[in-house]
């Protein structure tokens, strides 16, 4: 009897150890708590001639903590939801503390990070009814700001590389369907790719990767992630499956949580790790629920 204990015993600490190793990643807990003890970069907003829309319009930069104006640096381009603007992911996400504390820990690659106000439009700011139709429109409209206007003028104030395995493109929400829409239809431009909880302005699969090959060697890295009791979850599912079905490879990453910036913040952190370094495919599963 005693030796049968034993048998059980040690079989369910071999599944509990088995279980462990294959648990998804997260975030500690004190991975945005901002900490006064250690190098902190730096912020500021910057205005650049939109000729798409017509105007000035603002986005804003976060410079990495030991910044050199003598040094290049590759660029995030980070991404807001549909009630947001440049300052969406500073007020909600506090994407500074994150990238600080990461840097202090030696687990992120230098990197300039841009983020901009989504909505391209004369009057671009969140007020009103913002489900109307030419403010939605306006989203999509960000695609021509964003490849014409903006980083054209980030790659020529700042010391930037200017290929594509140096740019990648992130958001959440809206910004994670303009992500995904905007990086996957611009191989040429972004080999870094990130959908939070991506909105259903995520174009249907066949049209956001209708060249699956090319993706494939295109590719560095494409990131799609989302609460598993957000309601918008069937858009990141959906594209996913599509993504298994053409064997491109991709992380899928379903957390617990649900539309809002614990789950983002989480996937800022996890994502924002594994840019501009070697990519490590076979190490992609570790990050999904699901096979």
Known sequence: ??????????????????????????????????????????????????????????ATIYFPPGYLKTKKYPVLYLLHGIGGDEKEWLNGGKPQVIFDNLYAAGKLAPMLVVMPNGRAMQDD?????????????????????LLQDLIPYVEKNYPVFKDREHRALA?????????????????????????????????????????????????????????????????????????????????????????DFKVWKNDLYLFSQLLFKPVDQAAFQKYSLNP
């Open 1 to 58: 009897m005693k030796r049968l204990i034993s048998i059980f015993a040690t079989l369910i600490f071999i599944q509990i150890a088995v279980f462990a190793q294959k648990q998804i990643p997260a975030a500690p807990a004190d991975f945005d708590v901002n900490q006064e003890n250690i190098p902190h970069g730096k912020i500021d907003t910057i205005q650049y001639a939109s000729k798409t829309v017509g105007t000035n319009r603002k």
């Open 125 to 145: 700011r969140a007020t009103g009814n913002i489900m109307a139709p030419d403010k939605v429109a306006a989203f999509a409209t960000f695609e021509k700001d």
């Open 171 to 259: 958001g959440l929400s809206m910004g994670g369907g303009q992500s995904l829409n905007f990086g996957l239809g611009n191989l040429d431009t972004f080999a870094w790719v990130g959908g939070f909880s991506s909105a259903p302005n995520t174009k249907v699969p066949a049209e956001l990767l209708p060249d699956p090959a090319k993706a494939k060697t295109m590719l560095k890295l494409l990131w799609i992630s989302c609460g598993d009791n957000d309601r918008l979850l069937n858009f990141s599912q959906r594209t996913h499956e599509y993504l298994v079905e053409k064997n491109v490879p991709h992380i899928y990453y379903v957390e617990p949580g649900v539309h």
